[in-house]
């Protein structure tokens, strides 16, 4: 694919992605199952010891049923709307995807990635991740790449192996 043109994106994300990548994080793999049986397990625990429980221990069962339902996503969100709230986020970036990799400008700032310096790209329900490394990433939800996504897509195929793309 002979590109001649960069694709261009500006990126400014909001709580909610973030807060999706947090979820992703914080319910997948083994912590995801571990979270799923804790709550069905609390659940039926608590449905059937109702008529012999104490209200204490009614209370702290439907508090462990809570636990990994609602009060962890939402704290996960509060943090999400903390962090999408300062600048770095606030202003945004642009990313310009080249032939030769991705060049990253934010402000006076400006980062070049070689395609080879990927570690990873994943794709997450309506999101691409793109993996510098295991703790820095660049999100970039489907209501940001719109129109850009095929495109986007075939780039990242033809730059990097297989084994460093899931689900692309």
Not at 51 to 62: A, C, H, I, K, V
Not at 82 to 91: D, E, I, L, T, Y
Not at 147 to 158: G, N, V
Request: contains cysteine; proline residues 4%.
């Amino acid at each position: 694919m002979e590109q001649k043109n960069p694709i261009v994106i500006e990126v400014k994300l909001k709580a909610k992605d973030l807060w999706k990548f947090s979820m992703y994080h914080s319910y997948r793999g083994m912590q995801g199952i571990f979270s799923l049986i804790f709550s069905a397990a609390a659940l039926y625990a608590l449905v059937s010891t109702w008529g012999t429980t104490t209200n204490l221990y009614r209370g702290l069962l439907f508090v462990c049923v809570l636990l990994f339902t609602v009060w962890q996503p939402a704290l996960l969100f509060l943090k999400a709307a903390k962090q999408a709230a300062k600048p770095m986020f606030r202003n945004g970036m642009t990313l310009s995807f080249l032939a030769e990799g991705i060049n990253v400008t934010q402000g006076d700032e400006n980062l070049f990635i070689e395609w080879g310096n990927l570690e990873r790209v994943l794709r997450v329900r309506d999101m691409l991740i793109l993996y510098m490394d295991r703790v820095h990433a660049y999100l970039l939800p489907d209501s940001i790449s719109g129109d850009h996504l095929p495109a986007l897509t075939a780039l990242i195929k033809e730059n990097l192996p297989p084994e460093r793309r899931k689900r692309i």
